[in-house]
């Protein structure tokens, strides 16, 4: 892990980056110098339009102005200890997710459509706005909706049990529209911006994967759309760690009882996904308001399962 505490330098200030290159980084939403010190040298190249060489250097002299490198283990520390987590609304969940929904990392929501992936993401929006004390962070949420699934009224519904200002508490998640893979991409990497200027602390995607399934159909697309979704949670993970934002996404699964061979409830995406996001939820319909939710990946945490329910007003204990 790198030591994050940056050092007032613009972009213009690294040597071989003149304006108008600065221009064009911060275009493909590189806003600051530490998302050069940890983008690799193709891409960057890619972007800029230089050699490998030439951006290996630019890489190189940034990671030098901010002194990255070894870290020592208090400076790994004490970036550990500046993790937010964020509440779900239910005590359970948050236990299985060791206390919340974390900053510096991806959480990913998995499951067949109703098992509560939205909701989810709805009462996260609000409850990122709470104050620590209550399991928030004081900050505002960036929604990119893929789905056309958004519902203010939904979280006004929410907000208002919650005693929340209801206005206030809209106009503090910002929602963007995306309307195909590319847009996405697009989305993610303006993201960066936004999350400074509007004191964004989590960012939730719903679903991450839903265009990448419908833009890249057949077999012989399946290459490119894994590159394509590798790359897009490499720049997820980049904006978590660099911003010490959670990252919130969801993901469909298709429980298909046609499928007799296989796991008929293998998350879009399979492996690149798994090997990405920092912790992975299952998530299962149960009897009513019921669902159950399994740990599947993480870092640091014990396999487990939770049962939690989606009520008019949020997710809650049963
Ligand atoms: P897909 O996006 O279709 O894959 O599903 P999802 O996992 O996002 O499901 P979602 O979070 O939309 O959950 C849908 C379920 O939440 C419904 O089956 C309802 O049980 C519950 N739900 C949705 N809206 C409301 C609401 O306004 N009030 C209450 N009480 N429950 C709701
Ligand atoms: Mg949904």
């Known amino acids: 892990m790198h030591d994050l505490k940056e050092k007032k330098i613009e972009l213009e200030d690294i040597p071989g980056v003149g304006p108008k290159l600065a221009d064009k980084l911060r275009e493909m939403g590189f806003s600051d110098p530490m998302s050069i010190a940890v983008a690799s040298p193709s891409e960057l190249a890619s972007i800029l339009e230089i050699g490998e060489v030439t951006a290996t250097k630019i890489i190189n002299k940034t990671r030098d102005m901010l002194e990255i490198g070894f870290t020592s283990a208090d400076k790994v520390w004490e970036q550990r200890q500046k993790i937010g987590k964020i509440?779900?609304?239910?005590?359970?969940?948050?236990?299985?997710?060791?206390?919340?929904?974390?900053?510096?990392?991806?959480?990913?929501?998995?499951?067949?459509?109703?098992?509560?992936?939205?909701?989810?993401?709805?009462?996260?929006s609000l409850n990122v706005q709470l104050p620590p004390e209550k399991g928030g962070l004081n900050g505002n949420c960036l929604f990119i909706d893929?789905?056309?699934?958004?519902?203010?009224?939904?979280?006004?519904?929410?907000a208002k049990s919650m005693g929340l200002d209801p206005d206030k508490a809209l106009k503090n998640i910002?929602?963007?529209?995306?309307y195909d893979?590319?847009?996405?991409?697009?989305?993610?990497?303006k993201a960066g911006e936004m999350i400074k200027e509007k004191n964004i602390r989590l960012v939730i995607i719903d679903s991450l994967t839903s265009h990448?399934?419908?833009?890249?159909?057949?077999?012989g697309e399946l290459a490119p759309r894994q590159q394509k979704l590798n790359k897009l949670l490499h720049n997820l993970q980049r904006l978590a760690d660099s911003q010490n934002v959670a990252i919130f996404v969801t993901n469909q699964v298709l429980t298909n009882p046609a499928i007799l061979f296989g796991d008929p409830t293998m998350p879009i995406g399979g492996h690149v996904l798994a090997h990405q996001s920092t912790y992975r939820v299952y998530l299962r319909k149960s009897s009513g308001e019921k669902r159950i939710a399994r740990m599947m990946d993480s870092p640091n945490l014990p396999p487990g399962e939770c049962v939690f329910k989606i009520t008019p007003d949020g997710i809650r204990d049963v």
Do not use: C, N, W
């Open 87 to 124: 509440t779900t609304g239910s005590k359970a969940l948050d236990d299985l997710l060791g206390g919340g929904v974390e900053t510096q990392a991806i959480t990913e929501a998995y499951g067949a459509f109703g098992s509560g992936k939205t909701q989810i993401g709805f009462q996260l």
């Open 146 to 158: 893929t789905e056309a699934t958004f519902r203010p009224d939904r979280v006004l519904q929410m």
């Open 174 to 178: 910002y929602v963007a529209r995306a």
């Open 181 to 189: 893979s590319d847009h996405e991409i697009f989305l993610i990497d």
């Open 212 to 219: 990448f399934r419908a833009d890249y159909v057949g077999r």
